[in-house]
């Protein structure tokens, strides 16, 4: 709807929206960033003069306040960067629910949906859902409560146990070995689901023998042609016997567009590792992840598969058998860092239509 279609309530809505969601975000990016710079005062040296005039009067079309904080961490981090860097607070509160506008998609973040949406063993597969309060077998029949018992102690352990929905730093995610294990973990738990537990492939396995390190594949659905593009991908690597999660500890390490993995690797607040200090394996050392041109396959027709979503992202790890498998889909809150600390910009090519279009179509939230 165009400004001049609009009553004045309607605009005035509009005008708060934009406000609210750009403050909350601008206040929120700043807070991060200020720890970043606390952490490693060097980031926060400004970049060539002309560099950052060229990135403040890209984003500036999309943000009046637009800061250059974002462009400054990934130059001094990576010793790289490129006028379309994203600022991270203009992706949040401008770009993302923008590309994202249909609220519709998002139960396919639920995993007791990906089972049902998805092509059989692409995800792992579920022995016990509790969707709505109710607990269901793998054939999504609801137990009775004289069943449940006997269900349990007929799975085959060790299986996984995740909440349905908010995952993000691998919360409320537990391993169990035993069937008086699920029953405990079971306990006073809203929905969740109950899956295999994937034995990973040894490539991957070598950085964190805990859990899976799992590759984050970013996929971005055209404005202009609809055709489903990845943008990048990145390794997240568990570290003391946690998940690959950053909030965990873990460390990521972006995978460049031929498949080879970058000579270091970054901790949540941008902390560069030349070896992983667990394993002491050396991140210099030239490697290529294995199958990427499959994974890039894998991943564009998951992403198709996720209808009314643009910028989908996926967490992806290939298994013992040399079958990539999906983890989780994400398609709120997603990071852009990962590539943008190895000096990538997070649009690459795609930068000045995904701008055009968010000028076009805004949408905020509450």
Same mark, same amino acid.
Not at 62 to 67: E, F, G, K
Not at 126 to 150: H, K, M, N, S, T
Not at 170 to 199: C, H, N, S, Y
């Given at each position: ?16 929206? @934009? ?31 002309? !560099? ?18 974002? $462009? ?27 590309? &994202? ?6 139960? $396919?973040?639920? @995993?007791?949906?990906? &089972? ?5 063993? #692409? ?11 109710? #607990? ?25 146990? @995740? ?33 295999? @537990? ?5 490539? /991957?396995?070598? /950085? &964190? ?21 990845? !943008?990048?991908c990145a390794l997240r690597i568990g570290r003391e016997g946690r998940l690959d999660n950053l909030k965990q500890g873990g460390l990521v390490r972006y995978i460049h567009p031929d498949g080879t993995l970058n000579r270091y690797a970054l901790d949540i607040y941008g902390g560069k590792y030349t070896r992983h200090p667990d394993s002491g394996i050396d991140l210099t050392a030239p490697e290529t992840v294995p199958a990427f041109g499959e994974l890039k396959r894998v991943a564009k027709d998951l992403a198709g598969q996720v209808h009314l979503a643009r910028l989908v992202s996926l967490d992806m790890c290939l298994d013992s058998r040399g079958r ?6 994400? !398609? ?10 190895? *000096?990538?910009?997070?649009? *690459? ?11 076009? &179509? ?5």
């Amino acid at each position: 709807m165009n400004d001049g279609d609009m009553t004045w309530p309607q605009r005035l809505k509009r005008a708060l929206l @934009k406000a609210r969601s750009r403050f909350r975000e601008r206040r929120a990016w700043r807070k991060r960033h200020r720890h970043v710079f606390a952490l490693h005062p060097e980031y926060a040296r400004p970049c060539p003069r002309p !560099l950052e005039g060229r990135h403040l009067k890209l984003w500036r079309q999309l943000d009046r306040r637009s800061s250059s904080d974002t $462009l400054r961490v990934c130059f001094h981090i990576s010793g790289r960067a490129d006028a379309e860097t994203v600022p991270e607070e203009v992706f949040a509160a401008d770009i993302e629910p923008a590309l &994202n506008r249909h609220d519709a998609c998002l139960f $396919l973040e639920d @995993k007791t949906a990906h &089972n049902h949406w998805f092509d059989d063993g #692409l995800f792992p597969a579920v022995r016990l859902y509790r969707i709505g309060g109710v #607990l269901y077998g793998q054939d999504y029949r609801p137990l009775r409560a004289d069943e449940v018992d006997r269900y349990v102690e007929k799975l085959d352990f060790p299986l996984v146990l @995740k909440p349905a929905r908010g995952t993000a730093g691998g919360r409320g995610v537990r391993f169990v070995a035993t069937a008086g294990e699920l029953r405990d973990a079971m306990a006073g738990q809203p929905d969740f689901v109950v899956q295999e @537990k994937i034995e990973p492939c040894g490539f /991957f396995r070598r /950085f &964190n023998d805990y859990g899976l390190n799992t590759v984050r594949v970013c996929t971005y659905r055209s404005v202009a042609t609809e055709e489903i593009h990845v !943008l990048n991908c990145a390794l997240r690597i568990g570290r003391e016997g946690r998940l690959d999660n950053l909030k965990q500890g873990g460390l990521v390490r972006y995978i460049h567009p031929d498949g080879t993995l970058n000579r270091y690797a970054l901790d949540i607040y941008g902390g560069k590792y030349t070896r992983h200090p667990d394993s002491g394996i050396d991140l210099t050392a030239p490697e290529t992840v294995p199958a990427f041109g499959e994974l890039k396959r894998v991943a564009k027709d998951l992403a198709g598969q996720v209808h009314l979503a643009r910028l989908v992202s996926l967490d992806m790890c290939l298994d013992s058998r040399g079958r990539w498998r999906g983890v989780e889909i994400n !398609l709120e809150h997603q990071t852009i860092r990962f590539a943008q600390y190895a *000096g990538a910009p997070f649009f *690459g090519p795609f930068t000045g239509e995904v701008i055009s279009y968010c000028r076009s &179509n805004p949408r905020w939230k509450w």
